[in-house]
Nanobody
């Protein structure tokens, strides 16, 4: 089994930056991809970014180059560095492993 612990959410002003992290524990040798999704109120959950453990990355269309995903394989931790945040980025952000395992979610609120 794999257990996920997310951290790093919070309140930030428009144009600000925030970093999310998601640490995996357990049978981490079975991880081949880690990523982030988000869900805003009244909207469907959408892909933000995902990465393989080899470093191949893919970003959702709404990100527009503002976010960077990375994985520290030694720590089995995935990071999402978010910059130039917009109010439209407000959502609950969920860590995802192997396209099937979800974290508990962390709230990101972009507001002045």
């Amino acid at each position: 089994q794999i257990h996920l612990v997310e951290s790093g959410g919070g309140l930030v002003q428009p144009g600000g930056s925030l970093e999310l992290s998601c640490a995996a524990s357990g049978t981490t040798s079975e991880i081949w991809t880690m990523g982030w999704y988000r869900q805003a109120p009244g909207k469907q959950r959408e892909l933000v970014a995902r990465s393989t453990v080899e470093g191949s990355t893919y970003y959702g269309k709404s990100i527009k180059g503002r976010f960077t995903i990375s994985i520290d394989n030694a720590k089995s931790t995935v990071y999402l560095q978010m910059s130039n945040l917009e109010p439209e980025d407000t959502a609950v952000y969920y860590c995802n492993v192997n396209a099937g395992l979800w974290g508990q979610g962390t709230q990101v609120t972009v507001s002045s």
